[in-house]
């Protein structure tokens, strides 16, 4: 099995592709050890001192760092889901749900479903997989008084960069198609 890396603009978040499916539908991201005992390859991540975050994504898992030098790090990482792949176990602990343990209850006023619906297939079809490719993901959250509130996780969450894709790129493209959009601001 080989295991690509990929850089990500975050440069506290490197991508893993191990060349095969890692989530079927939706993402995942644990910000901590607890929270990773949903998943076993996330908690057997979450074992490698310096490790703070991990995201699985269709065909990638992004790990975070808050320690040593990724040529420390990478190794361990490659070694770990290398293991997991192999050994045939599941990504996810049986009574896991697929999608992130952070709340993702969407919030916006009855009369903005229609404003809401072009949003959400907006960043369907233009964001979402351009986000992805830099090994985060991002999420509509809700819509109130012209401000979109979206969720950005893995690679993004707290990216250097994340400030200026949201400010421009995201707002600038739902300005365009839905002049209703005034602010896009994470949550």
Known sequence: ????????????TLKFLPGKVVMERGTAEFRDAESAAA???????FQIPGVSGVFFGYDFVTVTKDGPEWQHLK??????????????????????????????????DAGDETIVATIKELLETRVRPAV?????????????????????????????????TLKHGVKNLLRHFVPEVEEVEAV
């Open 1 to 12: 099995m080989f295991i690509q890396t990929e850089a990500t603009p975050n440069p506290a």
């Open 39 to 45: 998943s076993p390859l996330a908690a057997r991540i």
């Open 75 to 108: 190794p361990a990482i490659l070694g770990t889901i290398m293991e997991h792949f192999m050994s045939g176990q599941p990504l996810m602990a049986a009574a896991s749900a697929t999608s992130s343990p952070v709340s993702d209850e969407e919030f916006y």
């Open 132 to 164: 992805a490719q830099d090994g985060g993901d991002i999420t509509f959250r809700g819509f109130k008084d012209g401000k979109v509130f979206l969720n950005m996780k893995g690679a993004c969450a707290g990216c250097p960069s994340s400030t200026a």
